[in-house]
């Protein structure tokens, strides 16, 4: 199997997944993913990610000129060049729509306190990327100040993006922040959610080897 056999299937088998977990439905979403000679492998526009067949998978140059397939690549082609280019670790990009964390989104509220060991010591934190319009050169811009920190992203009134160094830890790190925010959620519902101290916080993040982030995580007493 050729490396772009094996990543389309990746990525059709993904957008399964994120169907199946009711991470998007109809047409939204996207994936993608970086071959080893910097070609990307991206959905296409207007297709349900759920049933998407290898043939549909488009293949671009870093700068979004489509080299092979037969349909339009995402519109959100632009944000998964963004952190291509401005990460050369990041091998795959998953944008979704989850219904917590999006509802935080819409809210205008980053997941950002420290309640969970597991996601302070992977994640650190989920910022709040201010909104611009789906598509747009824009949302790409906003989201490049935060590129170096984090790898999962809250869109303002939008969704979710993950980064990773594999289809399969994009999607993982999409079904952890997912988690986090149902958490959140229900914790919020039930009498409050109670924060981590700051040197428990401290040492998780010394773990994760994120320190840089902890004046914008909330942790408590």
């Known amino acids: 199997m050729s490396e772009t056999e094996k990543i389309a299937s990746e990525i059709t088998d993904f957008g399964k997944r994120l169907y199946e977990r009711n991470y998007i439905c109809a047409t939204e979403g996207n994936l993608s993913a970086r071959l080893s000679d910097g070609r990307i492998m991206i959905t296409p526009s207007g297709a349900n990610k759920g049933y998407l067949k290898q043939s549909d998978i488009v293949i671009c140059d870093i700068d979004g000129n489509v080299l092979e397939g037969e349909r339009e690549p995402s519109s959100e082609i632009k944000l998964h060049l963004a952190a291509y280019k401005h990460r050369p670790d990041i091998i795959a990009v998953c944008h979704a729509h989850p219904v917590?964390?999006?509802?935080?989104?819409?809210?205008?509220?980053?997941?950002?306190?420290?309640?969970?060991?597991?996601?302070?010591?992977?994640?650190?934190?989920?910022?709040?990327?201010?909104?611009?319009?789906?598509?747009?050169?824009?949302?790409?811009?906003?989201?490049?100040?935060?590129?170096?920190?984090?790898?999962?992203?809250?869109?303002?009134?939008?969704?979710?993006?993950?980064?990773?160094?594999?289809?399969?830890?994009?999607?993982n790190r999409m079904e952890s922040v997912e988690r986090f925010a149902n958490i959140l959620f229900l914790a919020e519902r039930a009498g409050g959610a109670g924060l981590l101290s700051e040197k428990e916080t401290i040492h998780l993040l010394e773990l994760a080897k994120r320190e840089d982030i902890l004046s914008e995580i909330e942790f408590g007493g």
């Open 100 to 171: 917590y964390a999006t509802a935080f989104a819409v809210a205008g509220r980053a997941l950002s306190k420290s309640v969970l060991p597991e996601i302070v010591s992977t994640l650190g934190a989920v910022p709040l990327v201010e909104y611009a319009p789906p598509g747009s050169a824009r949302i790409a811009e906003n989201l490049r100040s935060s590129l170096d920190r984090y790898d999962a992203f809250l869109l303002r009134s939008h969704g979710v993006v993950t980064l990773g160094k594999s289809c399969e830890e994009a999607f």
